[in-house]
């Protein structure tokens, strides 16, 4: 049981630390916020990812392939919801949040970026797939701990942009910083539409 519970975590851990979407968002709200803001995206993309893992291991899967409009309108939604981040990045003055009230990302906008975050549901449908099979009983501990992990990861992704904050203090490399961001965005999008 300890090798399954070993390979649940390595699968969770390879694929909520590996670049994406939310990741870059978290990122960039440490680089903008600071951590301790940034941790309601966090918590919202890992409530968000988690909530997807339960719900396919429930049966949306079978949902999903009863109805394939679902999967277009899903990843249609999520190019639209990365180009818009992607273009507020772009737009950004290059200021860093200091004492001002400004909005840093929210728990809703990280757990819609899972659930418009193609890589989150072959993450989910895969995971699902591989470690719950033909046993339901594992899923409720394999959500436990892919919970554990993303919320780990993705804080590792914000507490690294808080890190970066001081060398991003100059509005110019800020601004660059931001539209290098902006265009992995755009990437994401791109490869997402061209995945269809």
Known sequence: ????????AG????????????NVVALTSGVHHGLRASLRHVVG?????????VLAGLGLAGLLHGWPPAGAVIRLA??????????????????????????????????AMQWLNP????????GVGAYTGDDPGRLWPFAAL???????????????????RHLLADRR?????????AAVLVASAA??????
């Not at 699968?11 to 939310?22: D, E, R, T």
């Not at 993309?45 to 893992?53: K, P, S």
């Not at 892919?146 to 970066?164: N, Q, T």
């Open 1 to 8: 049981m300890m090798t399954l519970y070993l390979s649940m």
């Open 11 to 22: 699968f969770a851990l390879a694929a909520s630390i590996s670049p994406g979407p939310v």
């Open 45 to 53: 993309a890992t409530v968000g990812f988690t909530l997807l893992l």
């Open 78 to 111: 999520g190019v639209a919801f990365l180009l818009w981040m992607a273009w507020r990045l772009w737009s950004a003055d290059g200021r860093i949040a200091t004492d001002a009230p400004v909005r840093s990302p929210s728990a809703i906008n990280g757990a």
């Open 119 to 126: 890589k989150a549901w072959i993450a989910a449908l895969a």
């Open 146 to 164: 892919y919970f554990v992990i993303c919320c780990l990861s993705i804080a590792a992704w914000a507490y690294a942009g808080s890190r970066l």
């Open 173 to 181: 490399r800020m601004r660059r910083f931001n539209r290098a961001m």
């Open 191 to 196: 490869n997402i539409g061209l995945a269809a």
